[in-house]
């Protein structure tokens, strides 16, 4: 059984009450997390705010160099930390070997390097006066991350926070706290003054809510559910601090008849169930033009029967738990409400059965819906889970109104060889990011975010060091 601590002020803290951290695969008790409320998070904020003025006095070199050397602990424990996320989330661990872990990494070199190379504006007033922009650290600035992918979005918002001057207080889902623990160590190891990263465990309702309505927080940054982001949108805006959201999705995967259609269906099956289908950026719905529309089932179907699900310490399994008893039973509820509405199951739809001590994991078939409406609340409402519904377009309107009609506005794909079409469509969708004949291929140059209500602000590249930095433009008559 591990014991997981709170990281304050450089020290490892217990609480007196306690959370069970259970292991999606087993059911079983892996970990006892500090179940945090006010005094822990009023620490942890005074800790971050006494270190901040030091940290951000350091050259942008001297942190630069912090966050390298992160990086290089995260890769000389990228085993040990594969294996760890695999456990406590019930990803495969050939997936946190090849997404997660590794992305974590390139999180913190990207952005140990970027703000070298950060160069904010000047705007020069023919010969009158000149303009320049500083960026100036915002202060303490809350981290929340949830479960799906805990290492991989701890490090997208702790790295270019650190980069640009901030110190940070994080908030890392009850579910999964084992590698924010782990990245805790690391932060140690490498000598990080004390008070620069702190690491907050809790329940969201007791501890997040704690911090974010904490005034000497300056920014939250938090990524989740867009129930939970109204929320913390509710408690920042009353005061006017500086607020990142990354919420929720329906992500549209769009194929037309004239894509490449085995590499549609491909792209289709990874979009829709890559970590059992827990990531925002997911393609739950696949808008597929009626003439090929059961040839895209077929075979999405025909590929979901060979997918291996099961133990995710095997490294040949393609598909894991998903994260707790009550998300699972979320994601059933959405498959019953889906035949409810007129839909019929033409892949999975129920509990696989597996042996041993897996018979008391959360697993979920591979599920793929058809003849739904595409205005049914389980074609439109996120269901964050292995589970997909096709519905067919007669042309490209109809295709865009239907990728529109959602409340939700992250992602999106599109599947077609005609390039007019592509850049048209992609053009025409409301959403912050669209893929075309690909699906999550990342750059971390890009402005990353949603729209509608899969939230607010961009980060990712030069848009994180504008998220976590106050810009200060001086203008000097001349
Ligand atoms: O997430 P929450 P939940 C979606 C997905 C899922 C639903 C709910 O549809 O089924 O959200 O998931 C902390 N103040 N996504 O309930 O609650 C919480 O402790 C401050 C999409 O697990 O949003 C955790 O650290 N913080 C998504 C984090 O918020 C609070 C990823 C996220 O938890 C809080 C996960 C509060 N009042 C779920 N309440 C994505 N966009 O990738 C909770 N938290």
Redesign the pocket.
């Known amino acids: 059984m591990r014991e997981i601590r709170n990281f304050i002020a450089g020290e490892w803290k217990s609480t007196a009450s306690s959370i069970d951290d259970v292991s999606p695969a087993t059911g079983e008790v892996v970990a006892w997390v500090p179940r945090s409320g006010q005094a822990e998070v009023d620490a942890a904020v005074a800790a971050a705010r006494e270190a901040q003025p030091g940290w951000s006095r350091l050259s942008t070199q001297e942190r630069s160099r912090y966050l390298l050397r992160i990086a290089e602990r995260l890769e000389a424990r990228a085993e040990e930390l594969t294996n760890l996320e695999s456990l406590d989330t019930g990803k495969p661990v050939a997936l946190a070997a090849s997404m997660d872990i590794p992305r974590a990494i390139a999180n913190f070199r990207f952005f140990a390097n970027a703000v070298l190379h950060d160069s904010p504006g000047c705007h020069p007033v023919d010969q009158s006066a000149i303009n320049y922009t500083l960026r100036k650290p915002v202060g303490v600035c809350a981290l ?6 805990p290492l991989y979005l701890l490090s997208w918002k702790a790295a270019p926070a650190l980069a640009m001057g901030n110190t940070v207080v994080c ?5 999964t706290p084992l590698t924010a623990h782990a990245l805790a160590d690391i932060v140690r190891d490498v000598g990080l003054p004390p008070g620069v990263f702190n690491v907050v465990h809790g ?3 007791e501890a ?2 704690a ?2 309505r904490h005034r000497d927080v300056k920014l939250v940054s ?8 109204a ?2 949108a509710e ?1 920042t805006a009353a005061s006017f601090r500086k607020t990142s959201l ?4 329906k992500n549209p995967t769009i194929v037309f008849a004239d894509a490449d259609r085995a590499k549609a269906i491909e792209g289709a099956v990874r979009a829709g169930f890559t970590n059992q289908g ?3 950026l997911c393609g739950s719905r696949v808008l597929v033009e009626q003439s090929i529309h059961d040839e895209v089932v077929e075979g999405m179907t025909r590929r979901l029967a060979k997918m291996r699900i099961g133990d995710p310490k095997d490294p040949s399994t393609q598909l894991g738990a998903l994260v707790s008893a009550a ?1 699972r039973e ?1 994601v059933e509820g959405y498959i019953k409400l889906a035949l409810e509405e007129g839909g019929k199951i033409a892949h999975g739809g129920g509990r696989p059965r597996l042996p041993g001590p897996l018979a008391n994991g959360f697993f979920l078939e591979p599920t793929i819906i058809t003849g739904l409406s595409s205005k049914a609340r389980a074609a439109t409402e ?3 889970g292995p589970v997909v519904t096709v519905h067919p377009f007669d042309d490209d309107a109809r295709a865009i109104s239907m990728a529109n009609e959602v409340r939700y506005g992250l992602a999106a794909s599109v599947w077609t060889r005609d390039l007019s079409r592509a850049h048209r469509v992609a053009a025409a969708i409301d959403s912050g990011m669209v893929w075309v004949n690909t699906w999550m291929m990342r750059d971390l140059r890009v402005p990353f975010g949603g729209m509608k209500d899969s939230g607010l602000g961009r980060e990712g590249g030069v848009y994180s060091l504008e998220t976590f930095s106050e810009a200060r433009n001086v203008c000097v008559a001349l």
């Open positions: 929340i991350t949830p479960w799906n992918l908030k890392p889902s009850e579910l329940y969201g309702a997040g809510d911090l974010v938090f990524t989740g559910g867009t129930q939970t982001g929320k913390v408690a990354e919420l929720g999705g827990q990531i925002c998300h979320k996120e269901i964050f």
